[in-house]
């Protein structure tokens, strides 16, 4: 049985005026001490997965990969690769930024068997760009995504919406440059403003007004826009190519199993959620203290396939349905203007994407 390795590397060039994930400012001896922890983290980590179970999709996440000093990454995976197989022919992502995705770092991310690049564009309006705090230009984030193309890797682009100074004709030139720049995937996430960054400050100061129904309108005109340039939406916030869709989201998607390694990074194994504790002074010093979430029943693991198979073009399958206890007739009986199901898998029409979530919590949950 396959399953999806996720690797976190916590650290960026700079923060960003929005950013609440968990990550810090990038700094060399914290990094290659990351390295060695992340290799203790997989040989911990192995001990749960099973006899000859491999990776079929790899995917280092942060923070930002990229930033990382020559010659790390390569020392973390040659190292994580003792304990952990990666199977042939895996998907292979590295997520980067515009601003540190250069010829050497395409080059090493070759080397290493990287075959798909996931960057983190944003927007390609400068104004937009400097309000969020994203240390990359226009200019640059459109050199990163031809590069990574040319140099053969699969790429994928982000866009965020709701964001300062964003009108449609934007997110319309956004889709159309990164079509003409390379890249095969789309992903388009709304602005969530969090308490304690920059940009909530800036809303509190009345300098920003995000306003959910622009938001929607921004949505529905990247994915028209997408449409029209070839990328199909398989999943809320997701686009691409027939067949560039992402193998490892797709695992989260469908509820498979996934292990994560770095501070933070969190696993499904055995229907048991986890993350490791966001410590990275603890995790530097050894310790992986995992933090259990969730201990899923086979029923309730249904459930979660099901309501994440509603978020995809794919849809719930009947099986899943089944084992969690919904009767796709009955369900179409009381809720029909939403749900479509034709045997195989019961599905939430595209047009209710964007609100799936309330829709979902009164007629699934
Ligand atoms: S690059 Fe990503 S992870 Fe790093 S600070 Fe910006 S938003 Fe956060």
Redesign the pocket.
């Known amino acids: 049985m396959s399953f999806g390795l996720y690797i976190h590397i916590p650290f960026?060039?700079?923060?960003?005026a929005?950013?609440d994930?968990f990550?810090g400012v990038y700094d060399s001896h914290r990094a290659q001490r990351y390295v060695g922890a992340l290799i203790n983290n997989a040989k911990k980590a192995a001990a749960e997965l099973r006899p000859q179970q491999a990776a079929d999709s790899v995917y280092i996440g942060?923070?930002?990969p990229t930033v990382l000093a020559e010659g790390m990454l390569a020392a973390a995976l040659e190292g994580i690769k003792k304990h952990i197989k990666f199977a042939e022919g895996a998907e292979f992502t590295c997520e980067g930024?515009p601003e540190s995705f250069t010829e050497k770092k395409a080059e090493e991310l070759k080397r290493l068997g990287v075959n798909r690049v996931s960057l983190?564009v944003q927007s390609l309006n400068g104004a937009t760009l400097r309000a969020l705090?994203?240390?990359h230009t226009a200019r640059q984030a459109v050199a990163a995504v031809e590069l990574a193309a040319r140099r053969g890797f699969r790429v994928s682009a982000d866009m965020m919406l709701g964001v300062p100074f964003q009108t449609e004709a934007d997110v319309k030139a956004f889709v159309r440059a990164m079509r003409e720049a390379g890249a095969e995937h789309l992903s388009a996430y709304m602005l969530t403003v969090h308490e304690g960054t920059p940009l909530f400050e800036a809303v509190r100061r009345g300098e920003f007004c995000p306003s959910e129904d622009e938001s929607a309108d921004l949505y529905e005109a990247f994915f028209r826009a997408a449409a029209e340039c070839g990328y199909a939406r398989y999943e809320i916030s997701n686009a691409a190519f027939p067949g560039a869709e992402c193998r490892h989201n797709l695992k989260y998607w469908r509820a498979e199993e996934y292990l994560g390694l770095g501070a933070g990074a969190f696993s499904m194994l055995g229907g048991r959620r986890y993350h490791i504790k966001e410590d990275l002074d603890a995790y530097l010093a050894g310790s992986c203290e995992e933090v259990t979430d969730e201990v899923m029943s086979a029923k309730e693991l249904a459930l979660e396939q099901t309501v994440f198979g509603l978020r995809t073009r794919f849809g719930a399958p009947a099986e899943a349905l089944a084992a969690a206890g919904i009767d796709a007739a009955e369900l179409l009986s009381r809720a029909g203007r939403y749900f479509t199901f034709d045997g195989g898998a019961l599905r939430l029409k595209e047009e209710f994407w964007l609100v799936s979530d309330g829709i979902i919590t009164k007629y699934i949950l």
Do not use: L, Q
């Open positions: 960026c060039k700079s923060v960003c929005y950013c994930f990550r942060g923070g930002t930024n983190g705090g994203r240390a």
